[in-house]
Nanobody, 123 residues
Framework: QMQLVESGGGLVQAGGSLRLSCAASGRTFSRNAMGWFRQAPGREREFVAAISWSGAPTYYADSVKGRFTISRDNAKNTMYLQMNSLKPEDTAVYYC????????????????WGQGTQVTVSS
């Protein structure tokens, strides 16, 4: 299994930006599709964005499309989530996850998960 560690969360005002990072251990990162999920209090974990092993294609939830950008640097074993125009409803714990070779948005297809990083957007 891949070890994943998220960072970059914090408190930001509405309209602001944050960039999350997900550092992966192991030599298989460049062969795995990756994704970001989030979970707000009292709600189920939901898909945010996914990226193929090569960096394209990418998929986004409708709620973040046009505001968030997922990317990866395989040389650094790191994935990113650039979040712009943040809204209070984006407040959640954000998780990065690794799936198999094929890009997917289904949580059940992701076998490795990070511990999560808190993002709080104030109004």
């Amino acid at each position: 299994q891949m070890q994943l560690v998220e960072s970059g969360g914090g408190l930001v005002q509405a309209g602001g930006s944050l960039r999350l990072s997900c550092a992966a251990s192991g030599r298989t990162f460049s062969r795995n599709a990756m994704g970001w999920f989030r979970q707000a209090p009292g709600r189920e974990r939901e898909f945010v964005a996914a990226i193929s092993w090569s960096g394209a294609p990418t998929y986004y939830a409708d709620s973040v499309k046009g505001r968030f950008t997922i990317s990866r640097d395989n040389a650094k074993n790191t994935m990113y989530l650039q979040m712009n125009s943040l809204k209070p409803e984006d407040t959640a714990v954000y998780y990065c996850a690794a799936s198999g070779r094929v890009i997917t948005t289904s949580p059940s297809a992701f076998g490795s998960w990070g511990q999560g990083t808190q993002v709080t957007v104030s109004s």
